[in-house]
């Protein structure tokens, strides 16, 4: 297994693990999801985990001007989980952001407590209130 910095080359593969994960994940790789993903992955700091060609993971964080990385996604393929894979990936992004904080924006909790990771807050979705007249 082969852990390295995403490329645009790599399109397919990703976009092929992405499909195959099910319907959370698949959104991503159909369009109109797709082109707007494509766009993401440009602009996020993106690990694969390969096996030969096929992509068995990914981590898409963001790096944010030196104030952290936040981890966005991450996928292990069910076939590799409980390899530590998805750790290894987001190891990778502390190797190479040493001086910086990595973060984990979660849906999936117990799996990070279950790593050892801290917990460091929580996320709200901010929606605007209705106008009183």
Do not use: N
């Not at 964080?61 to 076939?79: I, M, N, Q």
């Amino acid at each position: 297994m082969q852990i390295r910095r995403y490329t645009p080359s790599d399109e397919p593969a990703l976009f092929r693990l992405l499909a195959e994960a099910g319907p959370d994940w698949s959104a991503y790789a159909l369009e109109p999801g797709r082109t707007r993903y494509a766009r993401a992955l440009s602009r996020s700091v993106t690990y694969l985990a390969l096996e030969g060609p096929d992509a068995i993971g990914y981590v898409r964080c963001r790096e944010d001007d030196g104030f952290g990385v936040y981890v966005y996604d991450l996928l292990v393929t069910t076939a590799h989980r409980g390899r530590q894979i998805g750790r290894l990936l987001m190891e990778q992004a502390c190797a190479d952001y040493p001086d910086q904080t990595v973060y984990v924006m979660s849906d999936a909790d117990g799996y990070y407590e279950k790593l050892g990771y801290a917990r460091a807050g929580s996320i709200f979705i901010v929606r605007p209130r209705q106008q009183e007249f």
